[in-house]
């Protein structure tokens, strides 16, 4: 058994830097308990490239995984399983899947059932380890999914009332009487999107202290004082001229209060001012860190006249870094955000035709160029689609989420703005977005505790883990300390084994479980045969605060939607079927035992009625005995010659644990394809046994074998298996074949890797479908730098 620990792996990634603004023990205990933490608590990034934003139910839905290291983007090949859901706006799962992960990369399919309704939805990615952290760590986009064949509301929200949400962000966190203090705001309606409007920051007699009105996508800032005993409203009117009132933080008497501002000499000017108890100074800190590295910390003491830190700007990471203020007792009592912009861009540059007919060849060539001056192995995801009148969100391009939304909270609308038109415009609205989305990913009290952080859920290195509890039938109490086995009729034979903890907890690693199987799960029913199974579903019930944007269907476009799903109901009748079933495929033939010692073919040998006469007289490594009427199996220990172990062997057929052997020598030895011996002691997990003797029947499916009714026998679904997406070729003179070719989705290419010049060439051939096609392309270089290229071309009528 081999001995690991995926965590410790991977520490040399993540292994912070640490930076002290002077020789100050407490400042040295800041530093030091922030490195234990965060040597333990991994960052993992998930990026999803779905390869479209705009679905039919019945179409399939086909994703690329991107799980990077959350400081530095670079792969990271901790968990091997990712878990993706589609949910509605109340957080059910419409979908759910499981698909494998190597080495950071992972790729799949998921069809769109037909019990889904017209609207938007939530497509979420994670990993088993990241359900440790908030939900909000969690990758999620939206798409819009149509259901032609149920009628549906196009426009909810126009017979909806007119309403707002408006809230307010003090930097730092808090109001503080008589102290000046930015307050960043952000104003969107029900469709998520940011609203243009004026408004005023009134006092309780109706004076007015400071108009404002937002910058872009409903956001902006002002500054004013609050007084002592004053409590403050928003007064705002929209574009139509309506007026709302809403309700600002309220005042607090005693406090602290920060303000960031950059400074002309690369450096970044941290205010802290605050109304004490005393008069006497007192002691604040002050952590800088960027994802968890790259740390920074300072002391500094606090009077009348406030305190004043300059932090270097080179000691901060690239994208999101985090500000915060502690007291004496190391209690946080300021925090925000602060973005730089990062200096390596991979610029993608994709060139293809601007013209072609239907069923013609389209060659596109790719190029990456990272400006590091060596050319990279950049490794891409292509997908081309048409462009059709329905309008839908855009898709969230990686290097935005990387470096922006994967850091903040909740929705960010058009996040790629942020990186065009660098201005002093654009400055101002990234750093009010930094007040607005701004959150504490960390949780100091974890942080600085006494003792070592301990997560819940472990990372699947190996495989996909199933939980359960094993409790009494009669009394539902929780069992310990009993042996569990999972198997599923197949072949070649895989068991899985566990023991119950002292709670009745059981868990299970499943290694190469692919696809949908009938599985089966028991206890060793020779002595436990009183417990139940309850076995719980391994995707998270933890969800974030982001909603999903509202659902808008332009009624004027039903015969688009009847043209696309005529479209879609071609495509999935005429695609063959070896490209629209799901097949595992097998890295061996070998079952969990590895070799057998000893293997036979019954149909090499004379048949015998009996399972007993099978044994005895061919089989020489299982000797039959009888005792008190029952049937014993006893295996010749192939370490010791001439020695036969004294208890049973473990029984298998068809990979099923058998525990009642007699049942087993009724079964009919036709049946049965052939035996295998591993004749010597064998070690499951936590299981022993004294050799195992596994039969397999002709189609692997039990053939006919009753189980014992205590065994709990139900469907579930491993990792998906692979899937290749089908795209007809058209070069031997085949373009006037006469079968349709209505293909929405001309072409996915999930794995799509640069040569050492930088460069890559795909080649794929248009449908039947005239019109607009958008080519969008994600990729990542090695050293965590990413890149989106989006380029269109036409497709016209051949003439035949």
């Known amino acids: 058994m081999r001995s690991k620990n995926p965590i410790y792996l991977c520490l040399f990634i993540v292994l912070p830097l640490l930076g002290f603004g002077q020789d100050d023990a407490m400042v040295?205990?800041?530093?030091?308990?922030?490195?234990?933490?965060?040597?333990?608590?991994?960052?993992?990034?998930?990026?999803?490239?779905?390869?479209?934003?705009?679905?039919?139910?019945?179409e399939t839905m086909w994703f690329k995984a991107y799980n990077f290291e959350g400081a530095s983007h670079r792969f990271l090949d901790l968990s091997k399983v990712a878990y993706l859901e589609v949910l509605d706006n109340e957080n059910n799962a419409m979908a759910q899947t499981k698909f494998s992960l190597l080495d950071g990369k992972g790729n799949g399919s998921l069809i769109l059932p037909a019990t889904i309704g017209s609207g938007t939805y939530k497509v979420r990615c994670y990993t088993n380890?990241?359900?440790?952290?908030?939900?909000?760590?969690?990758?999620?986009?939206?798409?819009?999914?149509?259901?032609?064949?149920?009628?549906?509301?196009?426009?909810?929200?126009?017979?909806e009332d007119v309403s707002y949400d408006i809230q307010f962000f003090p930097e730092g966190g808090h109001l503080v009487k008589n102290i000046a203090s930015k307050v960043a705001f952000r104003a969107?309606?029900?469709?998520?999107?940011?609203?243009?409007?004026?408004?005023?920051?009134?006092?309780?007699?109706?004076?007015?202290?400071?108009?404002?009105?937002?910058?872009?996508?409903?956001?902006?800032?002002?500054?004013?004082?609050?007084?002592?005993?004053?409590?403050?409203?928003?007064k705002i009117r929209d574009s139509k001229g309506r007026e709302f009132s809403y309700p600002l933080p309220k005042v607090?008497?005693?406090?602290?209060?920060?303000?960031?501002?950059?400074?002309?000499?690369?450096?970044?000017?941290?205010?802290?001012?605050?109304?004490?108890?005393?008069?006497?100074?007192?002691?604040?800190?002050?952590?800088?860190?960027?994802?968890?590295?790259?740390?920074?910390?300072?002391?500094?003491?606090?009077?009348k006249d406030g305190a004043v830190f300059l932090l270097d700007?080179?000691?901060?990471?690239?994208?999101?870094?985090?500000?915060?203020?502690?007291?004496?007792?190391?209690?946080?009592?300021?925090?925000?955000?602060y973005f730089k912009r990062p200096s390596a861009k991979l610029a993608i540059d994709a060139k293809v035709g601007k013209t072609f007919i239907t069923r013609e060849k389209v060659a596109l060539d790719l190029s990456a160029n990272s400006g590091t001056g060596t050319p990279e192995l950049t490794n891409m995801s292509v997908s081309v689609f048409l462009v059709d009148s329905i309008g839908t969100n855009p898709q969230l391009d990686i290097t935005s989420f990387l470096w922006l939304t994967s850091d903040l909270r909740g929705n960010v609308e058009s996040p790629e703005y942020y990186f065009q038109n660098v201005n002093s415009e654009t400055d101002q609205a990234l750093d009010n977005l930094m007040l607005t989305h701004g959150w504490r990913r960390l949780k100091w009290e974890k942080v600085f505790a006494a003792t070592t952080v301990e997560f819940e859920h472990l990372p699947e290195y190996d495989g996909h883990f199933m939980f359960g509890k094993i409790v009494g039938k009669s009394d539902g109490a929780p069992a310990a300390n009993v042996g569990a086995f999972l198997a599923a009729p197949d072949a070649p034979a895989m068991l899985y084994a566990a023991m119950s903890d002292p709670k009745g907890n059981v868990m299970f690693e499943l290694r190469n479980f692919i696809g949908q199987k009938e599985i089966t799960i028991q206890t060793d029913l020779r002595h436990d045969s009183t417990y139940r199974f309850e076995m719980a579903s391994p995707f998270s019930k933890q969800f974030s605060s982001q909603t999903v944007p509202a659902f808008y269907f332009d009624k004027t476009l039903e015969n688009t939607l009847l043209t696309r799903?005529?479209?879609?109901?071609?495509?999935?009748?005429?695609?063959?079927?070896?490209?629209?079933?799901?097949?595992?495929?097998?890295?061996?033939?070998?079952?969990?035992?590895?070799?057998?010692?000893?293997?036979?073919?019954?149909?090499?040998?004379?048949?015998f009625p009996t399972m007993e006469e099978v044994l005895r007289e061919y089989v020489r490594g299982v000797l039959v005995r009888r005792r008190q009427k029952q049937f014993h199996f006893r295996m010749i220990d192939k370490l010791l010659p001439n020695t036969f172990y004294t208890t049973d062997p473990l029984l298998l057929l068809d990979g099923i644990p058998i525990f009642d052997t007699d049942k087993f020598m009724e079964i009919d030895p036709l049946k049965v394809k052939k035996i295998e011996l591993a004749s010597s002691r064998y070690f499951l997990g936590p299981m022993t046994f004294t050799g195992i003797a596994s039969f397999t029947t002709y189609k692997s499916d039990l053939a006919g074998f009753e189980?014992?009714?205590?065994?709990?026998?139900?469907?579930?679904?491993?990792?998906?298996?692979?899937?290749?997406?089908?795209?007809?070729?058209?070069?031997?003179?085949?373009?006037?074949?006469?079968?349709?070719?209505?293909?929405?989705?001309?072409?996915?290419?999930?794995?799509?890797?640069?040569?050492?010049?930088?460069k890559a060439h795909v080649e794929f051939n248009t449908s039947d479908q005239v019109?607009?096609?958008?080519?969008?392309?994600?990729?990542?270089?090695?050293?965590?730098?990413?890149?989106?290229?989006?380029?269109?071309?036409?497709?016209?009528?051949?003439?035949?």
């Open 28 to 58: 040295k205990s800041i530093g030091q308990r922030f490195g234990l933490y965060t040597e333990r608590a991994i960052q993992e990034k998930m990026y999803l490239h779905l390869d479209r934003p705009f679905y039919l139910v019945g």
């Open 129 to 159: 380890w990241m359900k440790n952290f908030s939900p909000d760590y969690f990758f999620e986009t939206s798409v819009t999914v149509l259901n032609p064949f149920v009628r549906f509301d196009p426009d909810k929200l126009a017979k």
């Open 188 to 234: 969107v309606g029900k469709d998520g999107k940011g609203i243009s409007f004026t408004g005023a920051i009134v006092d309780q007699q109706n004076n007015t202290i400071v108009k404002f009105q937002p910058v872009r996508h409903g956001i902006g800032s002002f500054m004013m004082v609050p007084e002592a005993g004053s409590s403050y409203t928003a």
């Open 252 to 303: 607090e008497e005693k406090g602290f209060v920060m303000q960031v501002k950059d400074t002309t000499n690369n450096r970044i000017k941290i205010t802290v001012n605050g109304q004490l108890s005393g008069d006497e100074p007192v002691e604040v800190y002050m952590l800088s860190h960027t994802r968890q590295t790259k740390q920074y910390g300072e002391k500094k003491v606090l009077a």
């Open 313 to 337: 700007k080179n000691k901060l990471g690239e994208g999101v870094s985090h500000i915060a203020i502690f007291n004496e007792k190391l209690r946080p009592v300021c925090e925000r955000l």
């Open 565 to 607: 799903s005529i479209n879609m109901q071609t495509v999935n009748a005429y695609q063959p079927t070896v490209f629209s079933q799901k097949k595992a495929v097998l890295k061996d033939s070998l079952a969990f035992f590895g070799m057998p010692d000893e293997k036979y073919f019954l149909d090499d040998f004379t048949r």
């Open 707 to 758: 189980l014992n009714p205590t065994v709990l026998v139900m469907p579930y679904e491993g990792v998906q298996a692979h899937r290749e997406f089908y795209s007809p070729k058209y070069d031997s003179g085949n373009a006037s074949s006469r079968i349709a070719d209505f293909r929405n989705l001309m072409y996915w290419a999930p794995d799509v890797t640069t040569d050492a010049a930088g």
């Open 771 to 800: 019109g607009q096609y958008k080519v969008v392309i994600q990729g990542v270089t090695p050293s965590g730098i990413p890149g989106s290229k989006s380029v269109t071309f036409e497709v016209g009528k051949r003439n035949f």
